[in-house]
Every structure is written in C-alpha cells, then in structure tokens.
C-alpha cells in the first residue's frame, strides 16, 4: 500500500538523517574552532534527528509498511564564519518543518488520523527547535565575540532535549503507539539513544 503518506515518510526518514549527519560536521567544526559549548550543543542536536529519524521508521515497522533506509547527500564541512553554520542549521530545521507539514496534510489527505497524530508530535518539536535555533543565531549576531554565545549556552539550556531531566523528550515511555495527546515520545526503533 504505497500512498503519498508512506513515501513522503520514507523519504523524511532520509531528510532526518541527513540533518544529523549535518549537525555533526557543524559540531565537530566548532570543535575544532576551541568552541566546546556550540559543539556540545550540535552533537547533541544530531542524535535528537537521528533519533527522530528512528521513531520514524519504529513507525514505518509497526504498520507493516515495507521499509526503506535511503543513503544521503555529502553535507557541507567548511564555514567561513561561527555564524554560518547557525544560518545554515536554521535553514534546514525550517525545510525540515515545512517537509513535516507536508506529511500532516498527506496524512490528513488520506484519512489516517493515526499517521496525523504521529505527524503532530514532530510539528510540535519542530517549533521548539526552530525558536532555539533563532535565538541562538539571534544571540551570536548580538555577540562582541563568540564567547559571549558560548557563556550564553552554558547558561540557557537551548533546545536541550532534556539531558538534564527538565525538558519533555525522551523518556523513554509511551510504549507502541501511546497516544501523542499524552505527552508520549514516539518509540524510536532499537530504542532512543
């Protein structure tokens, strides 16, 4: 049963962990520029798409769906700026919106509140990260210099998928198919890193 729902999910699974590939280039380039808050900050951001990319296919899996894990694009490595790779990291959480919108309406299209409810746990999250992200690059447009953004980070817990307990990602409950109006994390398939 291919519909237009299972392809644009396929395909997003793809979308998802090209965006995790990305944020680790941008991690370990800042890495390498002696900037260990931004670089913590986008290691971190990669395994919250790698996860996405996984309750995805957990989801793809559970409905019987036949799976497949599509190969990426090269991603970019070389910046000129600090700045850069915020504006670029922006960008892409607002395609990966825009894609997850996309799937909602197909969802919505085709009469799947199933698909739609689980869309909608991922419209939510990406709202988040989107505010995160601009006030992130916000904060280093305003900076004098990037240790201000790094002083910023160590004190502001941006888009911190809860690491420090107080966020409402990744407990790891829910179970199959909890319903999203719960609070319930989709279940990442071989489990959430």
Do not use: C
Not at 157 to 183: L, T
């Amino acid at each position: 049963m291919s519909t237009q729902f299972n392809e644009l999910l396929t395909r997003q699974v793809g979308n998802e962990f090209a965006a995790s590939q990305q944020y680790i280039a941008i991690a370990a380039w800042y890495d390498g520029q002696d900037l260990p808050r931004l670089a913590k900050h986008f290691y971190r951001q990669s395994l919250e798409e790698r996860n996405h990319a996984m309750m995805m296919v957990r989801y793809i899996l559970d409905r019987g769906i036949k799976i497949t894990i599509p190969g990426i694009e090269p991603v970019r490595n070389d910046f000129e700026s600090a700045e850069e790779p915020l504006v670029l990291a922006l960008a892409q959480e607002l395609e990966v919106t825009d894609r997850i919108k996309e799937l909602f309406a197909a969802a919505r299209a085709e009469n799947d509140p199933l698909g739609e409810q689980f869309m909608l746990w991922f419209l939510k999250e990406q709202i988040e990260e989107v505010a995160s992200m601009s006030t992130l690059l916000n904060v280093a447009r305003r900076a004098d210099n990037l240790f201000d953004v790094e002083t910023f980070l160590a004190r502001e817990r941006v888009g911190d998928a809860g690491q420090q307990g107080g966020h409402h990602h990744h407990h790891h409950g829910g179970g199959h198919g909890a319903p999203a109006g719960d609070g319930g994390t989709p279940e990442a398939a071989g489990g959430a890193l």
